[in-house]
């Protein structure tokens, strides 16, 4: 579908760098890498060691940027990264499957970083399953932010991505690539930022 959008001559803007195949008119993109970067700092003060992350396969810019990211993030902590892959838009069964197989497989984990969108409510529900407290036993923290995750208990860390803010911009750089004469890309850098709540807040028990 991406291919073929860009093979027509109207402006085509996405809202990630596209890794492989025609480059778009325009990219809206924000720095997931640095976002990671932040989240982990701010996991700091739960005093994890075994950290893991949830996320899809390398495939996209979004999903290559965290993996790199938390990487590079634990071996700056000379910590070994914990990783399970999922499909970029993993359904419910798939994040509780990754969660309950990384539990089985590593039940010294502390901290869960968990990438799809809408899978942090089901790695809680796992941890409450396996008798575990998030933000006690086990730091949880999102890649995206979510109207959920404020009201859950404890409310998860999270990456707010501003996702509507992202969609004005796309449409203004549309109709912006529509008026020009250049046929140069345009690239513009997209703000998210980490939002701190209850599930990372102290040091873990």
């Known amino acids: 579908m991406t291919a073929r959008l860009l093979e027509v001559s109207t402006p085509v803007v996405t809202t990630e760098h596209v890794l492989e195949g025609p480059k778009p008119d325009g990219v809206i993109y924000s ?22 992350l949830i996320v899809a396969a390398d495939d996209t810019d979004w999903s290559a940027s965290l993996a790199r990211a938390f990487r590079e993030g634990c071996a700056e902590r000379g910590l070994e990264p914990i990783m399970r892959h999922t499909s970029f838009e993993a359904p419910s069964r798939q994040v509780r499957e990754a969660t309950e197989g990384l539990i089985a497989a590593h039940p010294d984990v502390d901290a869960i970083i968990v990438a799809p969108d809408g899978g942090a409510v089901e790695v809680l529900s796992v941890l409450h399953r396996a008798g575990l407290v998030a933000g ?8 995206v932010d979510y109207p959920a995750l404020q009201s859950v208990d404890p409310p998860v860390t999270a990456v707010d991505l501003r996702p509507h803010a992202a969609g004005v911009a796309a449409a203004e750089l549309i109709i912006e690539l529509i008026r020009r004469d250049d046929d140069g890309p345009v690239e513009r850098e997209h703000p998210i930022e980490v939002v701190g709540r209850a599930s990372t807040a102290t040091a873990l028990a």
């Open 31 to 52: 720095d997931h890498g640095a976002a990671m970067t932040r989240l982990l700092a701010h996991l700091d003060v739960t005093r994890f060691k075994h950290p893991a």
């Open 136 to 143: 006690r036993d086990i730091a949880v923290a999102s890649c």
